[in-house]
């Protein structure tokens, strides 16, 4: 079986930080190594529906961010140890929600685009 565990959350204050870490094992995701899917983060806040937060690209060039992480959050990975990161700087409050990465074959808009895999995700609680 593919996994994709989250882990590096937890309590933080506002203005604070924390780095997400995903790494993938098992068996290879129907084929294809982790370096051919691009790789997303999600965020599902109490009540709220899921909503997309970052991805980046196949090798790691492009990345996508959601407008309100833009200039805190930086997404990365490292191919060669099957990892894709999340560094979540000057968290807010409105950052608290339970985060899951993801992994798609879709080279279409990553916000939109139909994920294969998920992890199970790790919960990140911004505190006043």
């Known amino acids: 079986q593919v996994q994709l565990v989250e882990s590096g959350g937890g309590l933080v204050q506002a203005g604070g930080s924390l780095r997400l870490s995903c790494a993938a094992s098992g068996r290879t995701f129907s084929g294809n190594t982790f370096s051919g899917y691009r790789m997303g983060w999600f965020r599902q806040a109490a009540g709220k529906d899921r909503e997309f937060v970052a991805a980046i690209s196949r090798a790691g060039g492009s990345q996508w961010l959601v407008d309100a992480v833009k200039g805190r959050f930086t997404i990365s990975r490292d191919n060669a140890k099957n990892t894709v990161y999340l560094q979540m700087n000057s968290l807010k409050l409105e950052d608290t929600a339970h985060y899951y990465c993801?992994?798609?074959?879709?080279?279409?808009?990553?916000?939109?685009?139909?994920?294969?895999?998920w992890g199970q995700g790790t919960q990140v609680t911004v505190s006043s």
């Open positions: 993801a992994a798609t074959t879709s080279l279409g808009d990553p916000q939109y685009a139909e994920y294969n895999y």
